[in-house]
């Protein structure tokens, strides 16, 4: 299981690409139901 700082960093990375304007989070995680082995559903525009 990654640790969840990982995933910060992952998606503070993203942001700092000229051509990512938005990063949504949606899915479980979104919710905040998701389980240990839930994947994160991102929409990179």
Do not use: C, T
Not at 10 to 31: H, M, P, Q, T, Y
């Amino acid at each position: 299981m990654q640790k969840p700082i990982l995933h910060y960093r992952f998606i503070k990375e993203l942001s700092l690409l000229d051509f990512v304007n938005e990063i949504w989070l949606f899915g479980s995680r979104a919710r905040e139901d998701n389980q240990a082995r839930s994947d994160i559903d991102l929409a990179i525009l």
